[in-house]
Structures are given as structure tokens and as C-alpha cells.
């Protein structure tokens, strides 16, 4: 799963304030109970140390069970124990039993020593030194336990304050996160909606530029840039509309000079027969020539007539099986017609002649017989299949079969085609808010499907 930008600021800011907070607040509590317990280990022994010091002069002989209780009791009362150093008399309230092996080593070897011991889950220290007369050891060692029942509750206390410094560290931090997601993601979001307005072609679309960092430096391009493809874009239609208008100017232009030698090449073909060989297949020529010539015409006024808006329906309410009868019929096209009776759709019979008439003559120039035209009803749609038996359509070639002047032969330097007819029979079918689309069958040749509303939007 791929985390947001704010979910992975939170994220990260989250787990340095919980790092940071632990590093902190683990490392002042460990010394600082350290310490505590450190001062009152070293306040304990002093104090036990000077009360033992109290009892001197002390005169151990002979050494009794009383003596030792009596040691005992004036050194730290129930709490207290003082032993034989080497038999197995004792007196005091403590039980000997706290006192270790290892601490009476320590001890007996004339040390001040000390050792933590647990008593019921209660930490507890228990100090021991050797009773000496003069500079000679008395042969009595005593021992007292010191409770660290306040120092333990405020070692718990530092780890409480510790935890609530890391919760107020956590709480502060993801703060800080939702304020710094705010701070950079407000203008990331604006960029972003401002630049699927731009691509959506609102090339009026800027972005208000805040403060001097990175991100108004980022707002400042995206304006900078959005500014140049305005103005290119701008330049780019205005070079479109000057070609058009050129493209159609000439096309107009050419109409009448065409007019009059198609009908001079009508008066040629009918005296071509009386020629000589030569001058007759030159006077059929310049005729089919011009005949190509008026037809490219007319395409590229068509042609303009779309580009400009100015392309409109006509509509009425059409047979549509008679009207493709009348077109294959008209054309004197030789194919296989499979059209459903009783079809009726509201289009523009004209453009709808067009249409059939590219399609079918399409298949005939560049495909191979037979050419089958199945005229069908599918739900709302009028659907008309033109199929032929050729060697269909490259994958490359499929993408671009309905752009204008576009040879699938680029080695065919021309052909009796203008180039344009897929072209204008696909803006027809949009035109009706239908489509038309190219394939290839599975039987080999390719197969072109128009679909158009019932009723014509």
C-alpha cells in the first residue's frame, strides 16, 4: 500500500519526536536515578558509619548474645544485626539471613561494603563493617538494612515524568507535522490542481506566488511556463487558422477555373474516339486528372467546412437499407449487400451517402472481392460494416487510418484517392455523435464499423 505524502510526514515526524523524547527522557532518568540511589547509598553508609563510631570505647569481652543485641540496637534498632566474626552468636532485630556470603567476605576482610538485596519486591541496602578496639578488630561485625522505599518511589516518579515528556514530545511533534504538511502540501495541492486545469486547456490558469522558498520559486515557473505555452499555443491556432482559411480561400478559388475545363474535357471525351492514339489517351488523361482534381477540391472545402464549425446536419428520417441501395446503385459498386430491412433513422441522407460511398470504395481500391456492406440494428445504434478479403490493415497503420492525407503505402507516390475520404467519412459519423472504427478480421482483410444514433444528437 503507497502512503500519502501527509501520512508519511506525520509518519516520520511522529517517530523522530518518539525518538527524540526516548533518547532525552531515558537517558536524564537513568542518571538521575543513578544519582538518587547513588546519594542515598553513600548517605546510609555515612550515617551508619558514624553511629558505629559512637559506641567506642566498646569493650567486647567477654562476647555474649546481649552485647551483640545491645550493638545492635544502638546502631539502627530493629533494623540492625551484629554477628560474631567467627561463631554463630547474633543479636539484633534483622534476620542474619539477609546478610550474603559474599557481603560477610567483603566484611571480613576490614572493608566498609554494601550490597542491594530485595525484600518482597522492595529494594533494600544492606550495609556492613567490622567493630574494631583501638587498631585490633573487636571480632563483632555489625550490619544495618536501609529501606529504599522513598528513593524507589522517586525513581518511579522520574520514569513517570519521562513517560509524559515522550507523550508531550509525540503530541508536539505530530503537531508540528500537520502544521508543516499544511505549510508544503496546501501549495503542492494547488500546483496540482492548477496543472490538470492547464492540461484540460485553461491556459489562463496561474498559481498566487507566497513568500521567497522553494515552492513560491516553483509557483514562479509554473507561471513563467504556463505564460509561454499560452502565448505559443496562442501563435500555433492563428498559424492553423491563417492554413485553413488558405486551404479553403484556394479551394473556392479553384472551383470555377476547374468548372470550365471539366466542361472542355466533357467536349474532349466525346471527340476522343476521332483522335489519333496519342492525342486520345492525352485527352483521357487530362479528363480523369481533372475529374481527381475536383473531387480533392471538393474534399478539402468539406474538409475546411469542419474545421471551421461551420459543418452542420440536415436531418430527416431515412431508410437507411434504401439509402446505402441507392448509394452502392449510384456508384455502380460491386458488392455483397446484406442490409436488414425496415431500418429507419433519423440523419443526414447526404452525409450518410458519403460515408458508404468512402467506405465501400475504400475496400474496393485497397482491399480485394469480394466487398461485403451489412447494414444491422444494435439497441439504439444503426451499425454498417464494410468487409473486404485483402490483406487487411498493418498494426501500425491502424492508429492512423482516419488521418487526413495519411498513405499506408509510402511508397505510392499518389493514387485516384485525395487521401482525404476516411478522414471526412469518420467527421460525418462524429458529426451525427456516432463513430466509426477500422479493424481486422479474423478471417484475413479488414473490416470498418459504422455506428450511428438511431436519432442523430
Known sequence: ????????????????????AAAVAGAGYVRARDAIVQRAQDNAVIETTNRVQRLYPLD???????????VAGAVSGREGVALASGGGLSGGGLDPAVVTDELRAKVGQGRVAWQRVDLGGTTALVIGMRLRVDTRPSGVEVYVLRRLTAEAEAVGGL?????????????????????????????????????????????DTRIEVRGTDELAEVSRTFNTTAESLR????????????????????????????????????????????????????????????????????????????????????VDEVDVAEA???????RGFDVDADL????????????LDVIVANLVGNALRHGAPPVAVTLTRS???????????????DEEVLPHVFDRLYKADTARGRSEGSGLGLAIAWENARLHGGA??????????????????????
Do not use: C, K, Y
Open 436 to 457: 466509426l472504427t477500422a479493424a481486422n478480421r479474423a478471417g484475413g482483410g479488414a473490416v470498418f464499423t459504422l455506428r450511428l444514433p438511431v436519432a442523430a444528437r
Open 340 to 351: 436488414s430491412p425496415a431500418v429507419l433513422a433519423t440523419l443526414d441522407p447526404r452525409r
Open 324 to 330: 446505402v441501395r441507392a448509394t452502392l446503385r449510384v
Open 159 to 203: 520514569a513517570r515524568d519521562a513517560w509524559l515528556i515522550g507523550g508531550a514530545g509525540l503530541l508536539f511533534g505530530l503537531l508540528l507535522a500537520l502544521l508543516a504538511a499544511r505549510s508544503v502540501l496546501g501549495p503542492v495541492r494547488e500546483l496540482r490542481t492548477a496543472a490538470r486545469r492547464l492540461g484540460e486547456g485553461d491556459l
Open 1 to 20: 500500500m503507497r502512503l500519502g505524502l501527509r501520512t508519511r510526514l506525520l509518519l516520520a515526524f511522529a517517530l523522530l519526536s518518539v525518538v527524540t
Open 231 to 314: 502565448a505559443h499555443v496562442a501563435e500555433l491556432r492563428a498559424l492553423e487558422a491563417d492554413a485553413r482559411r488558405f486551404v479553403a480561400d484556394v479551394s473556392h478559388e479553384l472551383r470555377t477555373p476547374l468548372a470550365a475545363m471539366a466542361a472542355v474535357t466533357d467536349v474532349l471525351d466525346a471527340e476522343a474516339a476521332d483522335l489519333p492514339e496519342v492525342a486520345g489517351q492525352a485527352v483521357r488523361l487530362v479528363s480523369r486528372e481533372t475529374q481527381n482534381l475536383a473531387r480533392l477540391v471538393d474534399d478539402l472545402i468539406e474538409v475546411s467546412r469542419f474545421d471551421s464549425g461551420a459543418a452542420g446536419l440536415a
Open 379 to 393: 439497441g439504439g445504434d444503426v451499425v454498417i460494416e464494410v468487409a473486404d478479403h485483402g490483406p487487411g490493415l
Open 60 to 70: 567486647t569481652t567477654p562476647l555474649s548474645a546481649a552485647l551483640l543485641r545491645q
